[in-house]
């Protein structure tokens, strides 16, 4: 997770969420693994450093990436939490589109396009995945 969030110092991310029917019990994950599921609460996940100490929560842009979106995506609206937490991230979301259509994503294509085009930021995901999507 922090890989993806390019941040330079370790973190674990505790969720706003209880666990086990304990409130108080919550879910814990070390920046060094896979990020936890993003939900439309997403903006409630608490950082902390390695000593315990809360140091912030995650970014709307961090949020995103999360879901591959770019860092800069346009997100516009109100609870824009929540709207990171609704959507289906691209990158699964192109390889179901091309199954109902009978095509493929090449291995790596949407991804390294999507997140790395220049001027992806107003890109659509369906857009990109007509240029990409091979029949």
Not at 95 to 112: E, I, K, Q, S
Request: net charge positive; glycine share 10%; aromatic share 6%.
């Amino acid at each position: 997770m922090r890989e993806a969030l390019d941040r330079p110092a370790p973190f674990v991310a505790v969720s706003n969420y209880g666990t086990g029917g304990d409130p108080k019990a919550r879910g814990r994950r070390l920046s060094s693994e896979p990020t936890c599921t993003v939900t439309g609460k997403v903006s409630r996940l608490r950082l902390e450093d390695e000593t315990g100490d809360v140091i912030g929560r995650l970014s709307t842009a961090e949020a995103g990436r999360l879901q591959y979106f770019p860092v800069d995506y346009p997100w516009s609206g109100r609870d824009i939490a929540q709207q990171i937490g609704s959507t289906m991230p691209p990158l699964p979301a192109a390889h179901v589109l091309a199954a109902a259509l009978g095509r493929t994503v090449p291995d790596g294509g949407y991804a390294n396009t999507w997140i790395s085009a220049p001027g992806h930021a107003r890109a659509t995901p369906a857009r990109r995945f007509s240029e990409i999507a091979q029949p």
